[in-house]
């Protein structure tokens, strides 16, 4: 009985039983689905992490100039960008604000939509204007002890 022969001498072919190549491809699948799902996991926590950091940072002005661009749908930085300010003063982004606004007037040959961008811009630094004054106030209305 050595090497596959039975007691009447015949050799055997050992088959394995066959699966089926549907079953393979679906575990296949399932495993590929829970290692990208893992790590979409972890990513995900990763980015709140660093969210809550960031915004942590921020402190209480953050979350007044977050809402704020998400009201105007344009960052600060964006803003700045847009109205070519470095600094926030309010006399270059009014400085600029007119200039740009004239230059893409349409009458003029310009174009409505930067027109516009230049308007929400200057909306968003105005507003990033008045946070920070309202907390140079508060600073200066807190009793010392």
Known sequence: MMGGQTASGSS??????????????AQIIVMGVQVVGRAFARALRQEFAASRAAAD??????????????LSGLSLQ????????????????QKN????????DKSVGGSFYL?????????????????????????????HT
Request: proline fraction near 6%; charge should be positive.
């Open 115 to 143: 027109q516009s961008k230049v308007v929400r811009a200057k909306e968003r630094l105005d507003e990033e204007l008045k946070i920070q004054a309202q907390e140079d106030r508060e600073k200066g209305q807190k009793p």
């Open 78 to 93: 964006e803003a700045q960008q847009i109205l070519n300010v470095s600094k926030l003063s309010p006399e270059e982004v």
């Open 12 to 25: 055997v072919k050992f088959t394995p039983p066959t699966a089926c190549p549907a079953k393979y491809l």
């Open 57 to 70: 940072a921020r402190g209480r002005a953050g979350h007044r100039s977050a809402a704020a661009s998400n």
């Open 97 to 104: 604000y007119e200039h740009l606004f004239k230059v893409n």
